[in-house]
C-alpha cells in the first residue's frame, strides 16, 4: 500500500525536509497462540522504524520469536497523550511506526484511541493490520445471535456500579458482550443472575491457548460449574450474555410506566406488591421500584 502522497516524486534529487511523511499502522497481534499473527503483520512489524507497545517487555517477547529488532518505545493508558507530539515528530521526519497492543487489536479496550484520534486530525496516514479480537473470536464460536451485538469493554470494578450497568443493558436486545477478569468473574456471575435472571450466558477464557474453553448456561448454572471445577475461573474472560426478547406491539404501546406505578397505588396496592409487579413488567430489581413507589407515596 502506498502513502497516498500523490504528485510526490521519489526519483531524482531530494532536498531537506522533502520526505514523504511516515505511516501509523495499527496492528493486530496474537490474543494467545503466535500462529494467529498475519504474514501482513510479521512483515510491517520488520519494516517499521519503531514500535509504540503498550508493554515493551511484552512485546519484546513477541520481536524476539520473530527474529526482530526492532526500536520500541511505550504507550499505554498513563502516557499516551504526552506521545502524541513525540510519534508525531517521527511521522513528519518519514518514518513509520508500528502501535500494537499487549494482545489483539489495539484500541479493542486497549490504548491507542487519543493517539489515533489526534494524528487522525493532523492528517497523518494511519492503517489497520486487521488480525486477531478476542471479542470477535469469542462470538464467532459462542452460538449466540451476532446479526447486532454491543461491546461494553469492562464493567466496573464496585458492586454497586456494576449491577447499575448491567441494569441499563437490562431490555437491550442485542447480545452484550464484556471483558472479566479472574478475579472478578464470579462476582460478575453473581450481578447478572441478580441482575438479568435466567438468561443464557456464554463464558469463553484463554482463547486460542492450550486450555481454551467455552462454557454456556445461566448465570446461576456458570457459578455452580466455577465452583466445581476452580481452574474454570482462571484466565482473561469474553462474558456474552443473550439479549432480551422482542417486545410486542401490545406492549409497547400498553402504558408508560409512570401510569402503571400510579394506577397501582391509586388501586391501594402495597408498595412492596407494586415494586414486585412493575419489576416484573418493565424489568429492574424490585428494590428500585420499592424506592421510587416511596418517593411518589410521599409527594402525595
Do not use: C
Not at 14 to 25: A, W
Not at 56 to 71: D, E, K, Q, Y
Not at 226 to 234: K, S, Y
Not at 243 to 271: D, I, M, R, Y
Request: a negative charge; glycine letters at 8%.
Amino acid at each position: 500500500m502506498t502513502h497516498g502522497h500523490s504528485g510526490t516524486s521519489h526519483s531524482g534529487a531530494s532536498f531537506p525536509g522533502t520526505s514523504p511523511p511516515g505511516t501509523l499502522y495499527v496492528v493486530a497481534t496474537p490474543i494467545g497462540n503466535l500462529q494467529d499473527l498475519s504474514p501482513r503483520a510479521v512483515q510491517t512489524l520488520g519494516n517499521v522504524a519503531r514500535i509504540a507497545a503498550e508493554d515493551t517487555r511484552h512485546s519484546g517477547r513477541l520481536l524476539a520469536h520473530l527474529g526482530l529488532n526492532v526500536p520500541m518505545l511505550s504507550l499505554h493508558d498513563h502516557n499516551e497523550s504526552h506521545r502524541v507530539e513525540q510519534l508525531d515528530r517521527y511521522l513528519a521526519a518519514g518514518e513509520d511506526i508500528a502501535l500494537v497492543s499487549d494482545a489483539g487489536t489495539p484500541l479493542i479496550s486497549d490504548p491507542g484511541f487519543v493517539l489515533v484520534r489526534a494524528l487522525r486530525e493532523r492528517g497523518r496516514h494511519i492503517v489497520p493490520i486487521p488480525g486477531p479480537s478476542a471479542l470477535i473470536t469469542a462470538l464467532s464460536a459462542a452460538g449466540l445471535p451476532t446479526d447486532r451485538f454491543t461491546f461494553a469493554g469492562f464493567l466496573p470494578a464496585k458492586p454497586a456500579a456494576r449491577k447499575q450497568v448491567l441494569e441499563q443493558w437490562l431490555a437491550h436486545e442485542a447480545t452484550l458482550v464484556f471483558y472479566e477478569s479472574p478475579h472478578r468473574i464470579v462476582h460478575t456471575l453473581k450481578a447478572l443472575s441478580e441482575v438479568m435472571g435466567e438468561r443464557e450466558v456464554v463464558l469463553a477464557r484463554e482463547l486460542t491457548k492450550t486450555f481454551e474453553t467455552f462454557l454456556s448456561g445461566t448465570p446461576n448454572a456458570l457459578l455452580a460449574q466455577l465452583v466445581e471445577d476452580p481452574n474454570q475461573a482462571r484466565g482473561e474472560f469474553v462474558v456474552m450474555v443473550q439479549g432480551a426478547s422482542p417486545k410486542t406491539e401490545q406492549s409497547q404501546h400498553a402504558f408508560s410506566e409512570e401510569a402503571l406505578l400510579n394506577a397501582l397505588l391509586a388501586e391501594g396496592v402495597g408498595v412492596k406488591q407494586s415494586a414486585a409487579i412493575a419489576a416484573r413488567v418493565f424489568g429492574g430489581r424490585k428494590q428500585t421500584w420499592y424506592a421510587t413507589l416511596q418517593a411518589m407515596k410521599s409527594e402525595d
